[in-house]
Nanobody
């Protein structure tokens, strides 16, 4: 079983950048397709981005295309989410997730989750 721990969240001004990291332990990260999700207060958890096992394919929600970049370094057992041009509506708890099967946009498809890291974007 893999354990996932997110880090890098915090308070940032609108328009600024922030990079989130997700460190995996217990299993090799290369086993899993990885995703980032976020959940704003009072809202359902929503898909943000995903990346295939070896980084060959990436997927993004329309709301973050052109602003966010997902990447991974399997040697370091780490997945990243580089967030640029942040907007107040990006404010949410961000979660990384792992799945051994196919990549889907639905959170219910993922097998393992981190504890989340808060990202707050001020106007």
């Amino acid at each position: 079983q893999v354990q996932l721990v997110e880090s890098g969240g915090g308070l940032v001004q609108a328009g600024g950048p922030l990079r989130l990291s997700c460190a995996a332990s217990g299993r090799a990260l290369s086993i899993y397709n990885m995703g980032w999700f976020r959940q704003a207060a009072g809202k359902e958890r929503e898909f943000v981005a995903a990346i295939s096992r070896f980084g060959g394919s990436t997927y993004y929600a329309d709301s973050v295309k052109g602003r966010f970049t997902i990447s991974r370094d399997n040697a370091l057992n780490t997945v990243y989410l580089q967030m640029n041009s942040l907007k107040p509506e990006d404010t949410a708890v961000y979660y990384c997730a792992a799945v051994q099967g196919a990549i889907y946009y639905g959170a219910s498809s993922y097998d393992y989750w981190g504890q989340g890291t808060q990202v707050t974007v001020s106007a």
